[in-house]
Structures are given as structure tokens and as C-alpha cells.
């Protein structure tokens, strides 16, 4: 009897784990940093996600604020006269259903000018897990965000 209940109960769970949606678009939205100093919007584009900076914390230089700082560390001079409120900061990420993440995209950092590989995830908390790294995920930084 507890054998049969047992294998009732498992095949009722993994049936259910079997129907449970993924949601690619579940990173749609605006999110804030786990620190409240920077704030960015993801929004889809055919099949890439992307971020783009909606505001950040200008309390480091208050005669600068965020709203009028420019990409003055961009690598390409001819890129440096464009404001940071509202740049992409974050472009060719796909979801990889199988990994239940999003991978194979590029982040630019306007405080070093410099890109890096980047991947995205959904912890069990719902925060959103922004992974930069140069070469492999090994190698690199992880930032925490909550949805707005």
C-alpha cells in the first residue's frame, strides 16, 4: 500500500513538473539593483532581450547629475557625446529553454567603457541574476535585481 501510494505520488509530481511553463518573457520589466543605484529596463526585440538604463545614483558627483552624464569612457570617441539615462547597456541575449536562462548576450559597463559576455537567470526568489564575465562565467561578476 505505501509503495503504491508512494508511486502515485511520484508520477502526480513529476507530472506536474513536466507541465509546469517556462516563461521566456518572465525578465520583461523594470528592475532595480539590490544596492537601489541603478535602475534598468529589460524589453524584448524579435528574439533578443535587452536592457537599457532608466536611472542611477548620481550622490558620487552631485555637480553631474544622472540624468546629463555622457559615455565619456566609450572606446569609440564618436560615441562618448551620448547620454547614459537610456543607453543599452545590455544586447543579445536569447533564452535557452533547456537551461531555463538567458544566455549569449554582451554588457557594456559606461564606468570602464568596456563590454563583456553576459547570461541572466531567475533565482528562487524572483530576483534577476546579471552575470558579466570575460572568457567564462568562471570569470566574472554577478549583480541582484528585484522587480519594480
Do not use: C
Amino acid at each position: 500500500m505505501k509503495q503504491t501510494l508512494f508511486i502515485s505520488l511520484f508520477a502526480t509530481l513529476f507530472s506536474l513538473s513536466l507541465h509546469a511553463q517556462k516563461n521566456p518573457d518572465a525578465i520583461i520589466g523594470k528592475w532595480m539593483s539590490e544596492d537601489n543605484n541603478l535602475e534598468v529596463e529589460v524589453y524584448k526585440e524579435g528574439t533578443e532581450y535587452k536592457a537599457k538604463v532608466l536611472w542611477f545614483d548620481d550622490s558620487d558627483d552631485k555637480s553631474k547629475p544622472w540624468n546629463t552624464r555622457l559615455d565619456e569612457k566609450n572606446p569609440k570617441k564618436e560615441l562618448r557625446s551620448r547620454r547614459i539615462a537610456g543607453l543599452e547597456v545590455l544586447h543579445g541575449l536569447t533564452y535557452d529553454e533547456d537551461a531555463d536562462e538567458w544566455k549569449d548576450g554582451v554588457i557594456y559597463d559606461s564606468n570602464s567603457g568596456k563590454e563583456w559576455s553576459s547570461k541572466v537567470w531567475l533565482n528562487s526568489n524572483n530576483e534577476l541574476k546579471v552575470r558579466g564575465y570575460w572568457l567564462v562565467s568562471l570569470l566574472g561578476e554577478t549583480m541582484t535585481f528585484k522587480k519594480t
